[in-house]
């Protein structure tokens, strides 16, 4: 079993930025890919971001691209979200998630969820 915890939501003024974190237990970390996904009032859950175990290779949505880095530290068992010039649109609940199989571009049946921060940006 994984245990992910986030951390780092809030309320931000649009063009501001936040930095998520996810700490995890249990198992070793340093394996897992690990993902980002939010939901939106309304709106069915979505990919943001993810990373493979070393972080060397990464996916972003095309609506964060450019504005959102993932990154991992595996020594501290802690995966990060950095967003920065948001948007309203990106208000939602942030989900860290976990995955034991290797990063694969459209996956998102990942195996371990976090239970959530909440992102909200004010126009």
């Known amino acids: 079993q994984v245990q992910l915890v986030e951390s780092g939501g809030g309320l931000v003024q649009a063009g501001g930025s936040l930095r998520l974190s996810c700490a995890a237990s249990?198992?070793?970390?340093?394996?897992?890919?690990m993902g980002w996904f939010r939901q939106a009032p309304g709106k069915e859950r979505e990919f943001v971001a993810a990373?493979?175990?070393?972080?060397?290779?990464?996916y972003y949505a095309d609506s964060v691209k450019g504005r959102f880095t993932i990154s991992r530290d595996n020594a501290k068992n802690t995966v990060f979200l950095q967003m920065d010039s948001l948007k309203p649109e990106d208000t939602a609940v942030y989900y860290c998630?976990?995955?034991?199989?290797?990063?694969?571009?459209?996956?998102?049946?990942?195996?371990?969820w976090g239970q959530g921060t909440q992102v909200t940006v004010s126009s």
């Open positions: 249990g198992r070793t970390f340093s394996w897992y890919t």
């Open positions: 998630a976990a995955d034991a199989r290797p990063l694969i571009r459209g996956r998102t049946d990942y195996n371990y």
């Open positions: 990373n493979n175990w070393s972080g060397g290779n990464t």
